[in-house]
C-alpha cells in the first residue's frame, strides 16, 4: 500500500515502545462439504504516540492468535507521520474503496473529533487535536485504509521547502 506515495519514510520496530489498539475482530464462514468452518480476521493498529504508526491483518481459526498475527503484520508496516503541536499540517482527504476520510486541523484542546477505526489511528499516530469525517463504507478495513491513504498525503512546510529547493521562508510569504 505504501508504494504509490512520494514522501513516505519507513521505520523499523526496534528500539519503539508501540501500543497496539484492536480495531475490529470479524467472524468469517467458509462453507465446505462437511459443513461450516468458523474463523476470525482481526486489524489492529500499532504506534508509538510520537508520529509513528502500522496497520496490520492476521487471519486465525482463535481470537487471540488472529490478534497476534496482525499485530506482527503492523510491525511490518510502520511508517513516520509529520505532526505539529499534536495536530496536522494541513487537511487532507483519502480513499480506499467505498470509504472516504476527511481530516482536518483543529487548535489546541478540540481533542480527537473521529469515530471508531479513525480515532484508533489517529490517537495511536499521537494527534490529539483533530477533525474528521467518514463517509462512504464503515468496513474498518476500508476506513483504516483510508485514514492512512490521507496520513501518507501529509507533508509537512520542511518537506515542501526542500522538494521546491527554496528556504522555509519562502514557502510561507511566496
Known sequence: MMQGYKNVERVKPSGLELVDRLVGV???TKVTKGG???GFSAIVVVGNGDGVVG???G?????SS???????DAKKNLVRIPIIDSTLPHEQKGKFGGAKVFIKPASHGTGVIAGGAVRAVLES?????VL???QGSSNPHNVVKATFDALLQLRSAATIAKQRGVSLEKVFNG
Open 26 to 28: 470479524q467472524r468469517v
Open 36 to 38: 461450516r468452518a468458523f
Open 55 to 57: 496497520h496490520g491483518l
Open 59 to 63: 487471519k486465525s481459526k482463535d481470537v
Open 66 to 72: 488472529a490478534i497476534a498475527k496482525a499485530v506482527e
Open 125 to 129: 499516530v499521537g494527534i490529539h487535536d
Open 132 to 134: 474528521s469525517k467518514s
